[in-house]
DNA sequence: CCCAATGGCTAATGGCAATAGCTAGACGAT
DNA sequence: ATCGTCTAGCTATTGCCATTAGCCATTGGG
């Protein structure tokens, strides 16, 4: 019985990478052992269970985009910080595209981890948006727009949604500047 | 064995129904039998396993939401259809959030009524854009923003990625009035 | 009234997650 | 070096689920 020198984040690293190999059929913990050259039960001493695994997967994957969100956004302010910001998201939703949905998903309540990964990233949208002088409910609004365009429009490529030829770095460019401009005129009525 | 006059209509209405009632728990043939009053196997004779039955729901969900904004645009132009297809895709994505993921994954290149419900509701969208004479590559890249605005707040909303009690009512209407105003000015560089 | 089509059933198979309990290797303390 | 403990692997087992094969009763058209 050689040892297989696992550890919960090397089990969770490699449940990551055969998610973005195979993203149709859906992970199992068969197939992430045998990729570990491991017998399944033996996983089970490193992660909580499929639910465990799945919940290592998906904080794994907000930190790593709020880190390379607040990466992106170091030394810049309003505009070039908006698409700075824009530009580092899609950037690592292309690059991981299957773990993306997991980044998404709303904390549970009871979970502090998870609430702290969420909150690292919202932290740099609200960081970004500081520089446009919103306060209150403004801030907030500009915020739900701002995360709407970006997921939405990153959200429906990486699901292929967007299937017409045309240039999509043209099409995110021109969606991006109308937010920037958007923000810039949204304090009004 | 008094028969229990199943379809396959009804079938995938009933696990419509029950994907509503519980969205946590991934939808179960042996959950969809018992609540039908019939064994397992049954189902077979009216869908094509699991798969089968998830592209029912899929295709059922995306007819529906297509019919919806259709419905709602009736006789609407411009800046009132915007609004109006908005507020009628915001509003079937809260009647049915655990469908409405389904409606935004691509249709498969070789299933011709995917193909078909997926073009009903996208003709939509590009016949209320008619109205702001775009052509071409500014037509596409409008209706990918127009898109990736109402998917992305709806989306995040449905998620319970908005958590903050700033009221979601006046957070859309801000976030379809930037949008309309960015249509409105579409055409420029 | 018959008979073909069909919608239900039981039985059986195989895959997967999960748990219990065993065992050997690693490692620190003496 | 030797002992003892801890732990990361293992095998064996259970139970749930999807799926298929094959049987039978009901239905409805000739």
């Not at 399944?40 to 001493?45: D, E, G, I, M, Q």
């Not at 490529?157 to 030829?165: D, F, R, V």
Request: charged share 25%; aromatic share 6%; with cysteine.
């Amino acid at each position: 019985m050689p040892r297989a020198g696992l550890s919960s984040d090397a089990v969770i690293e490699r449940a990551a990478q055969l998610l973005e190999e195979h993203p149709d059929d859906d992970l199992t913990l068969a197939e992430l052992a045998q990729s570990l050259g491991v017998r399944t039960p033996s996983l089970y001493k490193h992660i909580d269970g499929l639910p465990g695994l799945r919940r290592g997967i998906m904080l794994r994957a907000k930190r790593d985009l709020a880190a390379a969100l607040a990466q992106a956004t170091i030394g810049c302010a309003r505009h070039d910080a908006v698409r700075a910001l824009a530009a580092a998201y899609r950037a690592w939703a292309r690059a991981n595209p299957a773990q993306y949905p997991a980044t998404i998903r709303a904390p549970e309540p009871d979970d502090a981890a998870d609430q702290a990964a969420s909150a690292a990233a919202l932290d740099v949208i609200f960081t970004v948006l500081a520089g446009y002088d919103l306060t209150g409910d403004d801030a907030i609004d500009a915020t739900r727009f701002l995360r709407a365009v970006i997921h939405g429009f990153v959200s429906l490529e990486t699901a292929g949604a967007y299937k017409l030829p045309t240039d999509l770095e043209t099409s995110y460019a021109k969606a991006v500047d109308a937010m920037v401009t958007a923000l810039d005129t949204w304090r009004r009525p």
